[in-house]
């Protein structure tokens, strides 16, 4: 009997001690993937960890050009907020370890190839050196922001502080912003335009490669526009968010908290609706700015030779997408056209919906040959645009933006029906 029981004990120590042998290894095998795949938006993940001094280095790096750490939340103000904020910064001088910030990168499909074989250290060395214009911080700006004041009275204790950072390294900025959207789910709203600016460099780099702007301006230097085809990075933000969300009413103060507002951006993203297209429909739209604007030159040139008074009766086409309300309904309008209202998707058939584009796309570019045959005096006559500037301010309105906006919306969608065949824009203004 005490036999029995003394191999039961034993037989107890065996297998408790064999039960935490496998713990260590699972634990093990746990700590040395710090690479991971993500199957569903096709990132790559790597956690790693560098010191404090390190990694400000790295983001600073990556929005000098805008002058330091931009687009970030805004700080909290009320006074509950502003404490939770100072005993953040206060307990990372005294040594507390953060949540990992992540990091997103956009690189090209070489570099993302040889990351399964290089080490994290000679990853993340390589994506200091070649891609710090590439990054953005997609969860943890209030962190960063924060390790910014430590430094500021700690230098010495933090600056060398260990911390963890992931990075998501991906080919398209496409799946950085479906990353981003789920990262954030149920934190602290954070308004839906002011989301999309913490990536829009890379967004915008992407979009130069896709589509023929004659420039994107650099708001920070002053730049406006001047002529056809020219927009700020903000204003091709608002066309990123009006065509995920398909409508013109949209406010950029809006907030991820409207849950609909973030399931239709994360739907139109993760069918690759953006990649399909988005940049089509903010070509013709560049295309239609350049047409309309032809004779811009020559007119700007009359009224600086101020002959007579006729050149100040002239109007520029420049100035129908000069105005937002046009620019986002003509890409709500298209978008509508193309893929259906939210809710109601043409998407079941891939190959329907990209010959439409490809019908809409040709349509245009019939109207556009036409345009270039006219004179300076039959695109005037075409444009209509006395006709367009009595409907938009021939009488007061109250709610003045959200007007033009369903103005344009319903205007443009009178050219997307008549597929462009359309012998004046003064159907389209009357609408």
Same mark, same amino acid.
């Given at each position: 009997?005490?036999? %029995?029981?003394?191999?039961?004990?034993?037989?107890?120590?065996?297998?408790?001690?064999?039960?935490?042998?496998?713990?260590?290894?699972?634990?093990?095998?746990?700590?040395?993937?710090?690479?991971?795949?993500?199957?569903?938006?096709?990132?790559?993940?790597?956690?790693?960890?560098?010191?404090?001094? *390190?990694?400000?280095?790295?983001?600073?790096?990556?929005?000098? +050009?805008?002058?330091?750490?931009?687009?970030?939340?805004?700080?909290? +103000?009320?006074?509950?907020?502003? #404490?939770?904020?100072?005993?953040?910064?206060?307990?990372?001088?005294?040594?507390?370890?953060?949540?990992?910030?992540?990091?997103?990168?956009?690189?090209?499909? *070489?570099?993302?190839?040889?990351?399964?074989?290089?080490? =994290?250290?000679?990853?993340?060395?390589a994506i200091s050196s070649d891609y710090s214009e590439a990054l953005?911080?997609?969860?943890?700006?209030?962190?960063?922001?924060?390790?910014?004041? !430590?430094?500021?009275?700690?230098?010495?204790?933090?600056?060398?502080?260990?911390?963890?950072?992931?990075?998501?390294?991906?080919?398209?900025?496409?799946?950085?912003?479906?990353?981003?959207?789920?990262?954030?789910?149920?934190?602290?709203?954070?308004?839906?335009?002011?989301?999309?600016?913490?990536?829009?460099?890379?967004?915008?780099?992407?979009?130069?490669?896709?589509?023929?702007?004659?420039?994107?301006?650099?708001?920070?230097?002053?730049?406006?526009?001047? %002529?056809?085809?020219?927009?700020?990075?903000?204003?091709?933000?608002?066309?990123?968010? !009006?065509?995920?969300?398909?409508?013109?009413?949209?406010?950029?103060?809006?907030?991820?908290?409207?849950?609909?507002?973030? $399931?239709?951006?994360?739907?139109?993203?993760?069918?690759?609706?953006?990649?399909?297209?988005?940049?089509?429909?903010?070509?013709?739209?560049?295309?239609?700015?350049?047409?309309?604007?032809?004779?811009?030159?020559d007119i700007e040139a009359a009224i600086a030779a101020q002959v007579? *008074?006729?050149?100040?009766?002239?109007?520029?086409?420049?100035?129908?997408?000069?105005?937002?309300?046009?620019?986002?309904?003509?890409?709500?309008?298209?978008? =509508?056209?193309?893929?259906?209202?939210?809710?109601?998707?043409?998407?079941? *058939?891939?190959?329907?919906?990209?010959?439409? $584009?490809?019908?809409?796309?040709?349509?245009?570019?019939?109207?556009?040959? +036409?345009?270039?045959?006219?004179?300076?005096?039959?695109?005037? =006559?075409?444009?209509?645009?006395?006709?367009?500037?009595?409907?938009?301010?021939?009488?007061?309105?109250?709610?003045?933006?959200?007007?033009? #906006?369903?103005?344009?919306?319903? !205007?443009? +969608?009178? $050219?997307?029906?008549?597929?462009?065949?359309?012998?004046?824009?003064?159907?389209?203004?009357?609408?």
């Open positions: 009997m005490v036999q %029995k029981t003394g191999t039961a004990k034993g037989d107890s120590f065996r297998l408790c001690q064999r039960t935490l042998i496998e713990r260590q290894q699972i634990m093990t095998t746990s700590i040395d993937h710090t690479l991971l795949h993500d199957q569903r938006v096709n990132c790559t993940s790597i956690m790693t960890a560098m010191t404090v001094g *390190d990694y400000i280095e790295l983001v600073d790096s990556a929005y000098q +050009k805008r002058g330091g750490l931009a687009h970030q939340r805004d700080a909290l +103000k009320t006074t509950t907020a502003r #404490r939770i904020r100072s005993r953040m910064v206060d307990d990372i001088v005294k040594g507390a370890v953060l949540p990992p910030v992540v990091v997103g990168v956009v690189a090209n499909n *070489d570099f993302i190839t040889s990351i399964q074989e290089d080490s =994290t250290p000679d990853t993340v060395a953005s911080i997609i969860d943890g700006m209030q962190r960063t922001t924060a390790l910014l004041e !430590a430094l500021d009275q700690d230098r010495d204790s933090v600056e060398e502080r260990p911390m963890r950072v992931e990075f998501w390294i991906a080919d398209t900025t496409e799946s950085l912003i479906y990353r981003m959207l789920v990262l954030n789910t149920g934190q602290v709203p954070w308004n839906l335009s002011r989301q999309l600016q913490v990536v829009y460099a890379p967004l915008i780099e992407e979009m130069k490669g896709q589509v023929d702007f004659e420039r994107v301006l650099d708001t920070n230097a002053g730049e406006r526009r001047s %002529k056809a085809g020219e927009y700020a990075p903000d204003n091709l933000v608002e066309l990123y968010i !009006a065509f995920g969300l398909r409508k013109t009413d949209i406010d950029t103060q809006e907030t991820l908290a409207d849950e609909f507002s973030r $399931l239709d951006m994360t739907e139109a993203l993760s069918s690759h609706q953006y990649r399909d297209f988005f940049y089509p429909v903010v070509q013709m739209m560049v295309d239609l700015d350049k047409a309309f604007s032809r004779f811009d030159a007579d *008074d006729t050149a100040q009766k002239l109007k520029k086409g420049r100035s129908i997408f000069d105005s937002k309300p046009a620019r986002i309904g003509f890409v709500v309008a298209a978008a =509508t056209t193309i893929l259906g209202r939210v809710g109601m998707e043409q998407d079941d *058939d891939p190959d329907a919906t990209n010959a439409k $584009l490809a019908g809409i796309q040709s349509s245009l570019k019939a109207l556009i040959d +036409k345009l270039n045959g006219y004179d300076s005096d039959e695109l005037q =006559t075409f444009l209509k645009l006395d006709v367009l500037s009595e409907r938009l301010y021939g009488q007061k309105r109250s709610a003045v933006g959200r007007y033009e #906006r369903a103005f344009f919306d319903s !205007a443009f +969608k009178v $050219l997307f029906e008549e597929d462009f065949e359309v012998p004046s824009m003064e159907p389209c203004w009357r609408a």
